[in-house]
């Protein structure tokens, strides 16, 4: 069975750093692309970064370009949302999600239930 | 703002017909594929409709995809009463080079 499962939420003050882990098991983690997408409480989805399976392709959102950094280590079926200098238009659940391909796409095939993060003073 | 444009809310009886309508531009939906997601209330978004019209193993029939231009549509046949989500549209934005989501579209079922 295909599960994905966040860890590392929490309440963060403005300006901080927090880093989100995400463990893989089910599939043959290195065969795929994955993402990180968040939702605002009450509000919709946002893509904020996506990873290739050998990490050769990398892309961000704009509004977390230069402050976020996403990774994985494919031996650890393990995938990683560095964020830093955080605000609180970042407070959202934050999902992991398995992509249907190699490389990135719009097809997030597996989610997680995700991970909170809260951003207040 | 979303990228993508979709109404707030559609609603229908149930074993009706409904259409959610999405609708982009020349850099998303114009030039690449559209997915469909349906978010049942507290959960997690699942995969409804990938590549413009294709259903993943396990999601019924009922539920279909269209493009034409730039703008795609989700229908779902026989409505019933476990519908009632929230649905999104996406598609890959080659000026952002990203994946953009539509507003998301709240189905209820009468």
């Known amino acids: 069975e295909v599960q994905v499962v966040e860890s590392g939420g929490g309440l963060v003050q403005p300006g901080r750093s927090l880093r989100l882990s995400c463990a893989a098991s089910g599939f043959t983690f290195d065969d795929y692309a994955m993402h990180w997408v968040r939702q605002a409480p009450g509000k919709g989805l946002e893509w904020v970064s996506g990873i290739s399976w050998n990490s050769g392709s990398i892309g961000y959102a704009d509004s977390v370009k230069g402050r976020f950094t996403i990774s994985r280590d494919n031996a650890k079926n393990s995938l990683y949302l560095q964020m830093n200098s955080l605000r609180a238009e970042d407070t959202a659940l934050y999902y992991c999600?398995?992509?249907?391909?190699?490389?990135?796409?719009?097809?997030?095939?597996?989610w997680g239930q995700g991970t909170l993060v809260t951003v207040s003073s | 703002q979303s990228v993508l444009t979709q109404p707030p809310s559609a609603s229908g009886t149930p074993g009706q017909r409904v259409t959610i309508s999405c609708s982009g531009s020349?850099?998303?939906?114009?030039?690449?594929?559209v997915y469909w997601y349906q978010q049942l209330p507290g959960t997690a978004p699942k995969l409804l409709i990938y590549k413009n019209n294709q259903r993943p193993s396990g999601v019924p029939d009922r539920f279909s995809g269209s493009k034409s231009g730039t703008s795609a549509s989700l229908a779902i046949s026989g409505l019933r009463s476990e519908d009632e989500a929230d649905y999104y549209c996406?598609?890959?934005?080659?000026?952002?080079?990203?994946?953009?989501f539509g507003g998301g579209t709240k189905l209820t079922v009468l």
């Open positions: 999600t398995k992509d249907l391909y190699t490389s990135p796409s719009v097809g997030f095939d597996y």
């Open positions: 020349s850099s998303n939906i114009g030039s690449n594929y």
């Open positions: 996406a598609a890959w934005d080659d000026s952002l080079s990203g994946p953009v």
